[in-house]
């Protein structure tokens, strides 16, 4: 036990003995909260918006307000051609584009129908298909409006069928995206930050050279072992604690379920990346090689984590992929946790897969450990 | 100049001896390009949806077959009373709850009118916002046939047509995020690792009494990262045109040629985080945690930059990679050549010549 005690002192000398490393560990990631949690929203707003508009009439310029007055749509062009305006398309400079074509008005009495031309930049598919909705959204609602203006019969003897929706939003009325996205990020800063370090430590001492030197000494194994990841997994639940503040003062981000239920999954999170970092360490010889593998399996992890893009909508064999990602878990569980207040029952199932997956990662780790060369 | 090349030649033996290391370097961008390209899809699709029908008649039955039939939604469930609703969602899996209330079909054919309750788990706001969407443009398109008898008024219908990506692919806007990402993370760590390896074992100094200059060392160190990161973005560029269909409408020369410039950009801003940090680990910290998550999240990667705060909007223009992925996405899918990209590739091209000087300055002959 005090061998174990005296590693995990000077453990933790050595990181805060490093001036250059404190804030890498600590000023960075919270700094990274606070600004990027607010980068992340797929809200699409500021619409660029141009138009040609070749009727030039009462109803093309009414139609154009309407527009105009809609709060996502904000930079409005007006383009005397065509081609000046898929110029400004090209450039990037319009991203929807609406053609009033000629007689455009006179047509509309005529026939009680006509068509506009919309091109909308799809390079972005998801916000392109928002967009889209949101032009129909306007022109429908203008086609409401100028049945009374144009109507000069009126045709009220039928009524017809309604079917009226209400959307209520659960546990975010107001959708907002940070609400969403701090508890998430905050995950994948104490995961960085815990994997690399731990990732890193152990291959250090061995390209350094003085790890022949700890195994020549009476340490065991395990003492080694748990003396190296503890420091780590403390800094992970303070990182953990600090976010979880920020969270709250800053982004006023709800806390609805059980705290300490919160930092129960936490700890034992913490032991999976632990595990992975070791297992990495174990296996490569350069601090080089084991970012390069530690990097690699952040960024799948991230991606596929359904922190930014919904796991519901990937293909199955990537559904069951995510199955093997820790990061996920620990995503759900704080989402669940914090926002809906999903009790031990709920998160059952993550809390049971992340300890199966805490379990063999550090045996994995432990059994791959070879203290003599 | 003889010495010079001598030198380079060591620097790619020593790359080369080093079989993981390389595997890594080349089997990571194929596997994560894969992935990401098969895997990675912001469109909404099988969402789980629940329905309470205090109802259940002919009407509520066929607006649920209606939406099950739709490729968004799976209905997972029927419950019964209105607590259930919160239950479901605290398990996490069931996204929306559908509550048609009572007497729906008589209150539609009596009043003309009848009412469904659209409750959503909105912790995922942008899930939430497009399933109360889809359903009811479900339910629009049922109300018209339910009045297609009566005569039609005043209609203007827009005819919409998806420029440069008309199926709306989310391929085409990951292929070129996941290439930047890769390109700028491997290139910087790369050479931020191997300039600080060469400090923190001590052989650095054997490297500045040697007669190479210290502007060679750098040269040279950089020069085998170049050609690895141009292999990596040919391969990347094929797999995107071969296997995920890209197509690329611009000049396949230009695509080269600011492929090149990006690299370098990301090379020099490996130098400049190598002066800057005294160990690997340092040097590494940096790349990922500095570069790691600004890429992905400020570049115009995943989410719109138009979207965000005013501030952050600026910060977005010191990316690299912002301007990157726009020159990409200019090329392959809009099919514009330099006239409209010159902005992006000046800026680019400030950017490295600013790091560049910066390292110079702050690179020191002596060590401490």
């Known amino acids: 036990m005090k061998t174990i005690l005296y590693i995990i002192q000077k453990e933790f000398k050595q990181i805060f003995r490093n001036k250059g490393m404190l804030p890498i560990i600590f000023v960075l990631p919270i700094f990274q909260l606070v600004i990027l949690s607010n980068a992340a929203t797929f809200e699409v707003k500021n619409i660029k918006f141009g138009y040609i508009d070749n009727d030039h009439t009462a109803t093309s310029r009414a139609l154009i307000e309407k527009f105009n007055a809609s709060t996502y749509f904000n930079v409005l062009t007006d383009f005397p051609s065509e081609v000046l305006a898929s110029a400004a398309m090209l450039k990037g400079e319009v991203d929807v584009l609406l053609e009033i074509p000629h007689y455009f008005e006179r047509d509309l009495q005529k026939e009680k129908q006509n068509s506009l031309g919309v091109t909308i930049n799809a390079i972005d598919g998801a916000a392109a298909g928002v967009e889209n909705v949101y032009v129909t959204q306007i022109v429908q609602r203008f086609n409401q409006s100028i049945k009374v203006d144009l109507l000069q019969v009126s045709d009220k003897q039928i009524q017809p069928i309604a079917i009226e929706t209400i959307p209520l939003f659960w546990y975010n009325k107001t959708l907002n995206y940070k609400t969403f996205m701090v508890p998430g990020i905050l995950v994948l800063l104490v995961t960085m930050i815990t994997l690399f370090l731990s990732g890193m430590n152990i291959v250090r001492e061995k390209e350094i050279g003085t790890l022949e030197q700890i195994n020549v000494t009476p340490i065991k194994k395990s003492q080694f072992i748990i003396g190296k990841l503890f420091p780590f997994w403390v800094i992970g639940m303070g990182l953990l604690t600090v976010g979880l503040i920020l969270a709250k003062v800053i982004f006023n981000i709800p806390m609805i379920g059980s705290l300490p239920l919160l930092y129960l999954y936490t700890s034992i999170y913490i032991l999976v990346?632990?595990?992975?970092?070791?297992?990495?360490?174990?296996?490569?010889?350069?601090?080089?090689q084991a970012m390069f593998i530690a990097w690699f399996f952040t960024v799948i992890f991230i991606l596929m984590s359904g922190l930014f893009t919904p796991i519901e909508s990937m293909p199955k064999w990537a559904q069951t992929l995510t199955e093997f990602n820790p990061i996920r878990y620990f995503v759900e569980v704080m989402r669940m946790v914090m926002l809906k207040?999903?009790?031990?029952?709920?998160?059952?199932?993550?809390?049971?897969?992340t300890a199966i997956y805490a379990f063999v990662m550090n045996a994995l780790a432990v059994w791959s450990y070879k203290k003599t060369n | 100049m003889k010495r010079f090349i001598g030198f380079i030649k060591k620097e790619f033996y020593h790359i080369f001896r080093d079989k993981r290391s390389l595997f890594i370097l080349f089997g990571m961008p194929i596997a994560q390009i894969m992935l990401f390209g098969f895997a990675i899809t912001n469109e909404i699709n099988n969402v789980e949806i629940a329905v309470l029908d205090h109802s259940k008649d002919a009407t509520t039955t066929e607006i649920i077959n209606k939406i099950s039939a739709s490729k968004y939604f799976s209905i997972s469930q029927f419950i019964n009373k209105e607590s259930d609703i919160e239950t479901i969602f605290k398990k996490g899996k069931v996204?929306?709850?559908?509550?048609?209330?009572?007497?729906?079909?008589?209150?539609?054919?009596?009043?003309?009118?009848?009412?469904?309750?659209?409750?959503?788990?909105?912790?995922?706001?942008?899930?939430?916002?497009?399933?109360?969407?889809?359903?009811?443009?479900?339910?629009?398109?049922?109300?018209?046939?339910?009045?297609?008898?009566?005569?039609?008024?005043?209609?203007?219908?827009?005819?919409?047509?998806?420029?440069?990506?008309?199926?709306?692919k989310s391929v085409y806007m990951f292929v070129p995020g996941v290439m930047t990402i890769i390109l700028m993370l491997v290139s910087a760590m790369m050479t931020s690792i191997s300039i600080t390896r060469e400090k923190e074992l001590g052989t650095m100094e054997i490297l500045l009494v040697s007669p190479i200059k210290p502007i060679q060392v750098i040269i040279g160190k950089v020069f085998p990262y170049i050609f690895l990161s141009i292999i990596n973005a040919t391969v990347i560029v094929l797999l995107s045109i071969f296997i995920f269909k890209m197509p690329v409408q611009g000049s396949l020369f230009l695509l080269g040629f600011e492929s090149v410039l990006f690299i370098i950009t990301a090379l020099a801003l490996g130098i400049l985080i190598s002066t800057i940090s005294a160990t690997q680990q340092t040097a590494m910290m940096i790349s990922l945690m500095g570069l790691m998550l600004p890429v992905i999240l400020l570049s115009g990667f995943i989410f719109p930059i138009s979207s965000m705060p005013l501030p952050l909007q600026i910060i977005s223009n010191i990316i690299p990679a912002k301007w990157f992925i726009i020159i990409i996405k200019g090329i392959m899918l809009k099919g514009v050549g330099l006239q409209y990209l010159w902005k992006e590739t000046l800026i680019l091209i400030g950017m490295t010549i600013f790091y560049i000087g910066l390292s110079v300055k702050k690179y020191k002959i002596r060590l401490e």
Do not use: C, W
């Not at chain 1, 709920?346 to 897969?353: A, G, N, T």
């Open chain 1, 273 to 288: 990346i632990l595990g992975i970092g070791l297992f990495i360490s174990n296996f490569t010889d350069t601090q080089q």
């Open chain 2, 95 to 168: 996204k929306a709850v559908l509550n048609f209330e009572k007497g729906f079909s008589k209150n539609l054919i009596k009043d003309h009118k009848a009412t469904i309750q659209i409750i959503t788990d909105a912790t995922d706001p942008n899930t939430a916002n497009t399933v109360s969407n889809y359903v009811n443009a479900i339910l629009q398109q049922y109300q018209k046939e339910l009045n297609k008898d009566i005569a039609i008024t005043y209609q203007i219908v827009p005819q919409t047509r998806m420029v440069y990506n008309p199926e709306l």
């Open chain 1, 341 to 353: 207040g999903s009790g031990f029952k709920d998160i059952l199932p993550q809390l049971l897969k």
